[in-house]
């Protein structure tokens, strides 16, 4: 019984088995001749979709225009039709779609170039093109009537070429539906395009704001192509300005330019009346400005050199040197400006005295102040840090903080190597203008002027300076150098580090020579050529654009001599002299301005009483000096 219980059993199985063999070969030959029935239809969707667009063009091809519009139109009519999860599917068909449109456009877009270049007339095949293909050809031809109405606008076409279009397009089926308002408004369209170019060029010049303002007084006075053009453009700009805009006006205020930022925030205010953070902006500008009025009496020019940062070195001891007098302590510099200040004076930029555009002639501007304020140009002479200076006590090169900002650095009489903003006049300015905002005009801060000699703000920048500068090192008893080229390379980097952070500052430069000429009237022409040359390409190109000139000891030439003729036709406009009084005035293509020096031996001049009270400026650490 048992046996034949196991028996039993196992044949059970085996039928069970059997069943689910049968099951799946039933299942797996379904879907067999299902993936088939897919595949077949798929494979023949896919040829079908590759067979479209060959269709489509040989339909054109044999002017069969009907046919390749019915091609286009089942497409289309299948992907209006798609389901929501059909997707993948309706992309191929809006790629046949844009297959099927490119090769109408281009076709329309090859007539419609040998009309405007060639005053091509359309033969009847053409027409018989055009007409047939309707929607697909009227919409290219509107494009290319509203394209060419707007090269009118802009100047780039003749009207005759204009006429001429439409009148070979125009009469053709639905285009007139197109053309006939265009032609309407062509004499319009004329009138405007002398506004809406000017205020493309604003544009190109990079001047969103006078494009905007010349845009929105051109919609104004026009409807129709002209005023539809108009916003467009209006909502173009206001698109691209915006965020540039902003930067622009957010740095102004960054670095003192209210009056600038004042102006430029009251007219985004306009163009986008409901930003706050415009109208936050212009709050803190309006809070900085003041009436201004135009200035037409004397322009105080005041000279510094290198300032004496470390008075223990320039004053104590037996080896102290004999030229202090030469130059004025940081302390004695910031006293002179907290007496300018009191006097209301405000720095300006005197390139603001001038319309140089023209390279051939100069024109004279009425500088502006804010009422109640007298200008005061400030000249830094020839930072180039000589290494005769250094028992002075004066720095050694100007150098960047972890910040940004330029710094003077010296070694002090313990021989430890100093790093601060107000070791020199250039940070001790900055951080008074920090203090006192309404001491500038418009973020204007100083002049540097720069020679070659030995080195530029304390790095030797060319090879030609090596030369001098380890004469001058081993006059101080200081250690030579020997600069790879690789260490010029990395000094003038370093320099051109510097030069931009005091641009974006508000500082501007000019030469002083290459060499440091101390008499550039009695110098011959060849002599000072040569030394501009060298100026120009190894000190000049670190710094850009250089419009003005420092003659050293204030040693000038007339501004009709042949010399000075030579420097106003390389670019220099404004050139200083010396003298103790304010004096400047406009010669042939030149502004010229006297400058006064000050130093310890100069500062009790009469001169200078309206400028500072003497007794107030004195460093009391000169009474260290043996």
């Keep these: 019984m048992t046996v034949f219980s196991s028996e039993y059993h196992v044949g059970e199985d085996d039928r069970k088995n059997s069943r689910g063999y049968n099951i799946a070969a039933v299942l797996c030959g379904v879907a067999l001749i299902v993936l088939g029935v897919t595949l077949i239809f798929v494979g023949r969707t896919k040829a079908y979709e590759m067979d479209t667009v060959p269709s489509f063009e040989k339909a054109i091809d044999e002017g069969r225009y009907s046919d390749a519009l ?34 109408v456009r281009e076709r329309v877009d090859s007539l419609c170039d040998h009309i405007i270049s060639n005053r091509y007339v359309l ?16 919409s290219v031809v509107s494009e290319r009537m509203y394209g060419i109405s707007e090269d009118f606008l802009l100047g780039k076409i003749e009207k005759p070429v204009v006429m001429f279009f439409f009148e070979q397009l125009g009469p053709i089926g639905n285009f007139s539906a197109t053309a006939n308002p265009l032609l309407r408004e062509l004499d319009y369209i004329e009138t405007a395009t002398g506004d809406v170019q000017s205020a493309e060029k604003a544009l190109s010049e990079g001047d969103f704001i006078s494009a905007v303002k010349k845009y929105t007084l051109v919609n104004e006075s ?10 467009g453009r209006i909502s173009a700009i206001k698109a691209d300005m915006y965020e540039p805009m902003m930067t622009l006006g957010e740095h102004m205020l960054q670095t003192y330019k209210f009056y600038s930022a004042e102006t430029l925030f009251s007219d985004l205010a306009v163009i986008f009346p409901e930003d706050e953070m415009i109208k936050g902006n212009l709050l803190t500008a309006t809070s900085h400005t003041s009436e201004v009025r135009e200035y037409r009496g004397s322009i105080e020019v005041i000279c510094v050199r290198s300032l004496i940062a470390d008075t223990d070195t320039a004053f104590a001891g037996r080896y102290h040197s004999s030229n202090t007098d030469l130059y004025l302590t940081t302390t004695e510099f910031e006293n002179i400006l907290e007496n300018l200040y ?23 501007r009425n500088l502006k102040v804010p009422k109640g304020k007298k200008p005061l140009v400030v000249v830094v002479e020839n930072l180039q840090y000589n290494a005769a200076a250094y028992s002075c006590g004066t720095c050694r090169r100007l150098v960047l903080n972890d910040e940004g900002q330029v710094c003077g650095e010296y070694v002090n009489s313990a021989g430890e190597t100093i790093v601060s903003r107000t070791a020199e006049s250039i940070g001790i300015l900055d951080t008074f203008v920090e203090k006192h905002p309404d001491f500038t005009y418009d973020g204007a801060k ?24 380890n004469a001058a090192l081993s006059a101080a008893n200081l250690a030579m150098i020997n600069p790879s080229n690789d260490d010029i390379d990395f000094a003038r980097e370093r320099v051109s580090e510097i030069v931009s952070s005091l641009s974006d500052n508000g500082w501007k430069f000019a030469s002083c ?24 390409d190894q000190i000049g190109s670190l710094f850009g654009e250089v419009h003005m000139l420092v003659y050293p000891n204030g040693n000038y030439i007339y501004g009709t001599d042949d010399r000075a003729v030579y420097y106003k036709n390389l670019g220099f406009r404004i050139f200083f ?33 309206d400028l500072f009270d003497y007794n107030q400026i004195i460093d009391p650490a000169r009474k260290q000096e043996n």
């Design 123 to 138: 033969t009847a095949s053409d027409i018989n093109f055009l007409n047939s293909m309707k929607e697909l050809t009227s």
């Design 222 to 231: 026009y409807d129709g192509f002209v005023g539809d053009y108009c916003e």
């Design 70 to 103: 019915s091609i286009y139109r089942e497409i289309q009519d299948e992907v209006l039709k798609a389901s929501p999860d059909d997707q993948d599917s309706n992309a191929d068909r809006i790629q046949l779609l844009d297959s099927m449109e490119s090769i």
């Design 513 to 536: 020579t290459y060499a440091y000429i101390e008499d550039c009237r009695n110098t011959e022409k060849e002599i000072l050529m040569d030394d501009t040359e060298k100026w120009l």
């Design 446 to 469: 100083g002049i540097i002027s720069v020679s070659g000699h030995e080195a530029c703000f304390g790095y030797v920048v060319a090879a030609g300076e090596i030369e001098d500068r």
């Design 577 to 609: 002299g010396g003298g103790a009084t304010p004096y400047y005035t406009y010669g042939d293509n030149y502004l010229y301005l006297d400058r006064a020096m000050m130093s310890y031996k100069t500062l009790t001049r009469e001169a200078y009483k």
């Design 342 to 364: 009191e006097r209301d004076y405000v720095l300006v930029d005197p390139e603001n005295l001038i319309e140089a555009s023209d390279p051939t002639f100069l024109l004279e």
